[in-house]
């Protein structure tokens, strides 16, 4: 990092320290985090954008998941289809990142969103406590489903995955939003160690930058799981409500060239 001035490593570790926050609670940290690095390494390749995001983004989702498991307990029959088909679908999203160019995914992205938002805001009843909407085998393929579409996003480009998990654990399969998050935070750690298994041998992450800003991630995500799991569900969803408006704003803006 020793062309990088101190006041863009501030920038970028505090950047780091409000994703890891936003992402432990309800995920869509990279929304966060990957334009800070895209602004404060202007001169990286994208691919090296995205491998040291990667990077810095499983520090606290190492921190969230092992929270979230001590003190929710997930059900490994969900979590663990769920993130080994999270992996396979990240691993083949970064093969094809450097293919796909952002333009193109803005677009879905903020029409995704704008359907989550407001699907949550209209039914205030979801994810306030379990209810499964599947069983047996049923459950575990809804779960293997989520994890290989969602993992191939979170792999291709990455920002706004864990609110997407979030989502759609508790619009598809019924769980309430604490559990969901718990489950969200597994998967996208997979995700997340699926990419890296594809970028690091690229030599496509920036080692210093990426441990710099994984270590305030980090810091980040054990507040945010801590407040989570106190909080409980209503919390959760609030705060789901509130950055999915402002991943709507600021994706909406960029899409209309306003930003």
């Known amino acids: ?55 810095a983004s499983i520090c606290g989702t190492t921190m969230a998941s092992a929270t979230y498991y001590r003190r929710v307990r997930p059900d490994p029959r969900t979590f663990l289809p769920l993130m080994l088909l999270a992996f396979v679908g990240s691993a083949g999203g970064a093969f094809v990142a450097s293919q796909i160019p952002r333009a193109a995914f803005d677009p879905l992205v903020l029409v995704a969103l704008v359907v989550v938002g407001a699907y949550v805001v209209f039914k205030p009843s979801l994810g306030g406590d379990t209810a499964l909407r599947f069983a047996g085998h049923h459950h575990t393929f809804a779960a293997m489903g989520t994890g290989l579409v969602v993992g191939f996003y979170d792999g291709a480009l990455g920002p706004g995955t864990g609110s997407f998990f979030v989502f759609t654990l508790v619009g598809l399969l019924g769980y309430s939003f604490l559990e969901a998050s718990a489950k969200a935070r597994l998967a996208n750690w997979a995700t997340n160690l699926a990419a890296l298994c594809v970028f690091v041998p690229q030599g496509a992450v920036l080692w210093g930058v990426g441990l710099a800003v994984g270590l305030a991630n980090l810091l980040g995500a054990y507040l945010g799981a801590r407040i989570a799991v106190s909080r409980g569900a209503g919390f959760v969803r609030v705060f789901f409500i509130v950055v999915v408006s402002a991943f709507i704003v600021r994706i909406g803006g960029a899409v209309l060239g306003l930003w």
């Open 1 to 55: 990092m020793g062309d990088i001035g101190l006041d863009v490593v501030a920038f970028l570790v505090l950047a780091g320290l409000a994703a890891g926050f936003v992402d432990a609670v309800v995920g869509g940290g990279g929304l966060i985090q990957l334009p800070a690095l895209l602004l404060g390494l202007p001169n990286a390749a994208p691919v090296q954008v995205l491998a040291t995001n990667k990077l």
